[in-house]
């Protein structure tokens, strides 16, 4: 729900330095609340997320329907298996939209959680606006 955009924000900026010691403006400015809220509206991301005790502790966005855009879990609660279960979730919605694929931009740290979902590179380091990222890919079955 738009509603959410501020929620998620806050849940990305409080990560933000596991994956990006020194973020840059371009990327703050891609996750402020009142981006997040336009791309929900206008469908271009759609969220799933999960909450504990009224507040978000895991959420995963996906972009133009086949799209891994986000997926970030509170860091009290990473390796609980939260991550996996919002991964799965994708997975299933984007085979659900008709799609058998799925692409997403791995974060340095993130590398080896989507390589044990089997997700495979599809090119070579990457980075643009100060994010590091490695492009893959998971074929749905």
């Known amino acids: 729900m738009p509603s959410d955009a501020h929620s ?16 840059n403006e371009v990327f703050l400015d891609s996750i402020a609340p009142h981006v997040l809220r336009a791309a929900i509206e206008d469908k271009s991301l759609q969220y799933r997320l999960a909450e504990q005790e009224g507040r978000i502790i895991g ?9 891994l855009y986000h997926l ?5 609660l990473k390796g609980a298996g939260l991550g996996f279960h919002l991964f799965k979730d994708a997975c ?7 799609f058998n694929r799925m692409t997403l931009n791995a974060s340095e740290n993130a590398i080896a959680f989507y390589e044990r979902q089997g997700c495979k ?8 606006n100060g994010v590091r990222f490695l492009p893959m890919a998971l074929t749905l079955i």
């Open 92 to 98: 299933q919605r984007i085979k659900d939209a008709g």
């Open 72 to 76: 970030f879990v509170a860091t009290s």
């Open 59 to 67: 959420v995963c966005g996906i972009q133009n329907e086949s799209h």
């Open 121 to 128: 590179a599809t090119d070579e380091m990457q980075d643009k």
């Open 8 to 23: 998620i924000s806050d849940l990305i900026l409080s990560l933000v330095p596991e994956f990006m010691p020194q973020p």
